[in-house]
């Protein structure tokens, strides 16, 4: 039987979700929903079957669905989650982060006790093929975590549909909106959770000569994170959004008393400048180091996962294995606890920034 999606917020993740479904058997896009006609011109384009919708509302009162994904920008997603509650209680796939502002915490608590159904919050670095590898070999190359650094070097945020992106109060500040990802990670490898929070970061030149109704961006666009985990580990994220990350966009080292484990990862493909000639195999490296295992790994990604998305397949992976648990039932893998942590490590990130201080959890 076919499994039935919907999907809310047709810009540029949206679709990357409408192209990986479309890459599952037995799944379809039923029906999608954007107040904006071009966007959803968009989704239909890319999933021509599906019925598009302008509200949650109009598309939840119409349509049966087995499973729906929010793509929408993220000071959306908790009132969105709520909107669906009032209709259904069918699993929710629902992009980071899964919200923006320090009072949520509580909504999506709430949320979590009394929705019907699991939701499974898109933390899809985790899936990255070389992520996936090293966080299933960290703890035995290593002997376990002590430190663990996550650097991202990229291009500036992209241009979003009606500017959402440019202004803290809807993203939740770059700590959150891009870092959540890596907060995750930390938790996720470390296996501990945080304790305390020291940062620094400001908008040292993206941006600034941009207006949007007379009011200049105030996103910021570099900075270091430095965490101390119950476990004893520390971890460190170090983001620079000025930063050519063509070639490797993402590195992560892992270190511990046994030795260290290391990946990186490309940008996206279709960022790769063109003076450099054609980009090159979509290859991910994979280095684990150690005195025990010296080997490296190398992988490589089938064309059409690469050709779905930015994210090197890890939307794809992250789709099976939602697509499993809704038809098969059991616990997300994400969480919402994960989500709602992965948020307030970020929130927490861009307080002790913003005030020049050390923060505790
Ligand atoms: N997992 C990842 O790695 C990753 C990567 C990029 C973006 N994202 C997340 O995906 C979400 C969407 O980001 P994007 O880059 O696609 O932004 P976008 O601006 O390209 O698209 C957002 C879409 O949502 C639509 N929208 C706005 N309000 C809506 C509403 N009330 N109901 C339904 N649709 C609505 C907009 O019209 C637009 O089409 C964000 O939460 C973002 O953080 C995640």
């Known amino acids: 039987m076919t499994t039935k999606y919907g999907l809310i917020g047709c810009g540029m993740m949206g679709v990357e979700h409408l192209r990986n479904i479309a890459l599952l058997p037995g799944a379809e896009v039923a029906a999608l929903c954007d107040p904006n006609p071009s966007q959803r011109g968009l989704g239909l384009q890319v999933a021509p079957n599906a019925r598009a919708y302008k509200t949650i509302a109009e598309m939840m009162s119409v349509e049966t669905l087995d499973a729906i994904v929010i793509a929408s920008p993220n000071y959306t997603h908790v009132r969105q989650m709520k909107e669906i509650a009032r209709h259904t209680a069918v699993p929710i796939l629902c992009e980071k982060p899964l919200f923006t502002a320090p009072a949520d915490e509580v909504e999506v608590e709430r949320f979590q006790s009394e929705y019907g159904a699991p939701v499974w919050v898109a933390m899809e670095y985790r899936y990255m093929p070389p992520v996936a590898a090293l966080i299933e070999q960290a703890a035995s190359v290593t002997g376990g975590v002590k430190m663990l650094t996550l650097q991202e070097h990229r291009f500036p945020f992209l241009e979003k549909v009606d500017n959402w992106n440019r202004f803290n109060a809807n993203s939740g500040g770059t700590f959150v909106e891009k870092c959540c990802h890596f907060f995750d990670l930390m938790r996720l490898i470390i296996d501990s959770e945080p304790v305390r929070v ?164």
């Open 198 to 361: 020291s940062a620094s970061a400001t908008q040292f030149v993206n941006h600034l000569d941009e207006s949007y109704d007379g009011k200049v961006p105030d996103i910021w666009d570099g900075g270091y994170a430095l965490f101390d985990f119950e476990n004893g580990a520390k971890a460190m994220l170090e983001l620079s959004m000025f930063a050519d990350g063509t070639k490797w966009n993402e590195e992560i080292h892992a270190i511990g008393p046994l030795g260290k484990i290391a990946c990186r990862m490309p940008g996206p493909q279709r960022f790769w400048p063109s003076e450099l000639g054609a980009s090159p195999h979509p290859q991910l490296s994979l280095y684990p180091r150690s005195p025990k295992r010296p080997e490296t790994v190398e992988m490589v990604l089938d064309e059409s996962l690469v050709a779905a998305g930015d994210h090197h397949g890890s939307t794809f992976y992250q789709h099976q294995k939602f697509l499993k648990m809704v038809r098969e039932g059991g616990a997300p893998e994400v969480s919402i606890s994960d989500g709602r942590k992965a948020v307030k490590m970020g929130l927490l990130a861009q307080e002790a920034a913003a005030h020049h201080t050390t923060l505790t959890f």
